[in-house]
């Protein structure tokens, strides 16, 4: 639970540090980003694939690792769950609640309190 609630500050984070006023390289729906790991000094990236656990949430592995040329690290700002849609090109604004998805396999990026094996 503890690496999930990090996960969860470090997009909050992400989601806060998305659009500054001075900043000409907004982030915009329907993106594709990268998310680092900030306390390694981002030399980790948030990655996934098919792979799915087989206990615990049974939902698809996502895991951090240094190579930043895998596909498989992208994931698409899309709107939250229940909002309407984001057109592609509209800038993200600050503390905006959005939604990632992975590019690789169209599905949602969240946490839950369950651990993982």
């Known amino acids: 639970e503890k690496t999930s609630m990090k996960i969860v500050s470090a997009l909050l984070l992400l989601a806060a ?8 390289k907004q982030v915009t729906c329907g993106s594709a980003i990268k998310l680092t790991h ?27 690792v240094q190579n930043n040329k895998t596909p498989n690290g992208l994931w698409q700002v899309r709107e939250a769950h229940g909002e ?23 599905n949602n990026l969240h946490t839950h309190g369950i651990k993982s094996p």
């Open 84 to 106: 309407v849609v984001c057109e592609a090109g509209t800038p993200v604004k600050c503390g905006q609640m959005i939604r990632l998805t992975h590019v690789t396999t169209g």
């Open 38 to 64: 900030v306390e390694s000094g981002g030399k980790y990236y948030l990655m996934s694939d098919e792979r799915q656990l087989n206990t615990g949430s049974g939902q698809q592995l996502v895991t951090a």
């Open 17 to 24: 540090g998305l659009t500054k006023a001075d900043d000409d």
